[in-house]
């Protein structure tokens, strides 16, 4: 399964939101997770199954979507934020989107 | 706290060998799945490989099957990955990972620091 992300890049103005997309190229129905990776840092899991936050992940992470289309969305931007984002799905293997590097404007 | 330290990272001639080490902490070790996933630097995480937590079952990636070997020790709570007929492109960050939901949930909730893999002449 291939995982296409998109935008490749963000820049947005602290306390904006944010939406990242993750498309699928056929169905993983709700086995789909989000993680976060900061410069230098290993990849942190904020999201799995699509809506479920990890723990200690803050509200202002939320997921949604089902099948093909899923978004990511971060309500309130905040500059601890600024990372590459990627998806992850486990319905077929496991493989990972490109990722989305949100970086403040 | 969970952590997972990696050790063993290091500099290999192509065709040659490497064992990675990941030492868990923090939670019951032989309660859970593990996975070693590698990443070049840029680029998505791929995942390596999985192992139950008896050991009796073991998977692999397409790109590392019949080369590399996961095993585990439960009464020292260590992971290992032994690397062998290393290739240019195996260079990469390697992460210990705990999977999330017990067994095989694929999952990834705890990563380690990783170690960095360099395969040159």
């Known amino acids: 399964v291939v995982l296409t992300q998109s935008p490749a890049t963000l820049s947005v103005s602290p306390g904006e939101g944010v939406s990242l997309s993750c498309r699928a190229s056929?169905?993983?129905?709700?086995?789909l997770a989000w993680y976060q990776q900061k410069p230098g840092q290993a990849p942190r899991l904020l999201i799995y199954d699509v809506s479920n936050r990890a723990t200690g992940i803050p509200a202002r992470f939320s997921g949604s979507g089902f099948g093909t289309a899923f978004t990511l969305t971060i309500s309130s931007l905040e500059p601890g934020d600024v990372a590459v984002y990627f998806c992850?799905?486990?319905?077929?293997?496991?493989?990972f989107g490109g990722g989305t590097k949100v970086e403040i404007k | 706290e969970v952590r997972l330290v990696e050790s063993g990272g290091g500099v290999a001639q192509p065709g040659g060998s490497l064992r990675l080490s990941c030492v868990a902490s923090g939670f019951t070790f032989d309660d859970y799945t593990m996975h070693w996933i590698r990443q070049v630097p840029g680029k998505a995480p791929e995942w390596v490989s999985v192992?139950?937590?008896?050991?009796?079952?073991?998977f692999y990636g397409d790109s590392v099957r019949g080369r590399f070997t996961i095993s585990r020790d439960n009464r020292k709570n260590v992971l290992y990955l032994q690397m062998d007929s290393l290739r240019t492109d195996d260079t990469a960050f390697y992460y210990c990972?705990?999977?999330?939901?017990?067994?095989?949930?694929?999952?990834?909730?705890?990563w380690g620091q990783g170690a960095l893999v360099t395969v040159s002449s």
């Open positions: 056929q169905s993983v129905s709700r086995h």
């Open positions: 992850q799905q486990r319905s077929k293997g496991v493989s």
């Open positions: 990972v705990r999977d999330k939901l017990g067994q095989y949930s694929y999952v990834f909730d705890y």
């Open positions: 192992i139950s937590w008896d050991s009796n079952s073991r």
